[in-house]
């Protein structure tokens, strides 16, 4: 079974930068797409940016031009670089894959937290 594992959280002042990590646990599938979620206390979990295999990049509109998605060459591992953070930016980000057979996966959650 492939598990995800997610680091990097934590707690940031507003204007500060975080970034996430998340990684496979086994090279076991081809992931076409890896995205990043987040869940804020009381809140439905939303998506927060997406790639693709090929390349294709997706945002929510309250991250663009604040967070960044990556992949790894082995396209392995995603990673969200976030910065200029905002208190509304405190939840539970959560990183999921979708492998070419349409498997999904979800790593177990990174707490973030952005206050003063």
Not at 24 to 39: E, F, K, L
Not at 54 to 79: C, H, M, P
Not at 99 to 109: A, E, K, M, S, V
Request: net charge positive; charged share 15%.
């Amino acid at each position: 079974q492939v598990q995800f594992v997610e680091s990097g959280g934590g707690l940031v002042q507003p204007g500060g930068s975080l970034r996430l990590s998340c990684a496979a646990s086994r090279n076991s599938y081809i992931w076409s797409v890896m995205s990043w979620y987040r869940q804020a206390p009381g809140k439905q979990r939303e998506l927060v940016a997406t790639i693709t295999s090929r390349g294709y990049l997706e945002y929510a509109d309250s991250v663009k031009d604040r967070f960044t998605i990556s992949r790894d060459n082995a396209q392995t591992a995603v990673y969200l670089q976030m910065n200029h953070l905002k208190p509304e930016d405190t939840a539970v980000y959560y990183c999921h894959a979708q492998n070419t057979l349409g498997g999904l996966y979800w790593g177990q959650g990174t707490q973030v937290i952005v206050s003063s």
